[in-house]
């Protein structure tokens, strides 16, 4: 199996841009997780999905910031506008039973 | 809801030594406790995972980890550091019961001493 996909790997973009974070879970997986990690603040969950539902949204930051699961297969993580603050590695992550990870996407925002 | 806690953000031992990582969980007994390990610039890799099948759980890498109730924890060992093992782990637990949402530790960084 391929495991989680992401793209882009890397994104540098300016502040006020519009930024789109894909992911493909592993198949047959039934839940899906976007997390956001930086140096001051450590693995944060933002969202997740059940059955391409979200399920608990509650660590999404602001509404700057939107997720979609249109079906089993992909899932967008939006950020309109982008701000400095927002620079840090996005995961997602799949599961059956446990979260198997992506590589993640390095966001910069300048 | 559960609270995961790593003693130790950093850890250093020398090459072929024992590593010990620490976690404690802080509820009742969850039903799953994973290791994650990430190495630089990669996602986090499943290392082991309990399910209360048996209390001592073998991982991939040589590492394995033990189910202590009575001290609510769920220490990571290997018996001989490798330098590959160089890397930040992480301890994880459903935040709540059914729930499939984890809470993970704050890392522990592992360095390898040569």
């Known amino acids: 199996d391929a495991g989680v996909i992401q793209s882009p790997r890397h994104e540098v973009t300016e502040m006020g841009q519009e930024v789109t974070l894909r992911c493909k879970p592993i198949?047959?997986?039934?839940?899906l997780f976007w997390y956001r990690q930086t140096m001051m603040r450590g693995l944060e969950l933002l969202i997740y999905f059940n059955n391409n539902v979200p399920i608990d949204d509650s660590g999404m930051p602001e509404d700057r910031f939107s997720a979609k699961m249109p079906n089993a297969s992909f899932s967008t993580l939006k950020i309109q506008p982008s701000e400095p603050r927002d620079s840090a590695v996005y995961f997602c992550?799949?599961?059956?039973?446990?979260?198997?990870f992506g590589p993640g996407t390095r966001l910069t925002v300048l | 809801a559960q609270s995961v806690t790593q003693l130790g953000s950093h850890v250093s031992v020398s090459e072929g030594a024992l590593v010990l990582l620490r976690c404690n969980y802080s509820?009742?007994?969850?039903?799953?406790l994973f290791w994650y390990v990430q190495y630089p610039n990669q996602g986090l890799q499943l290392l082991l995972k309990?399910?209360?099948?048996?209390?001592l759980v073998k991982g991939i890498n040589g590492f394995e980890a033990e189910f202590k109730k009575s001290e609510t924890s769920f220490h990571l060992t290997k018996p001989s550091a490798h330098m590959s093992d160089a890397a930040e782990y992480f301890c994880a637990a459903p935040t709540n019961f059914g729930n499939e949402k984890l809470t993970f530790g704050t890392g522990t960084r592992l360095t390898i001493i040569p």
């Open positions: 992550a799949s599961s059956l039973y446990e979260q198997y």
């Open positions: 198949s047959g997986h039934n839940s």
């Open positions: 309990y399910t209360s099948a048996a209390t």
């Open positions: 509820s009742s007994v969850p039903p799953y």
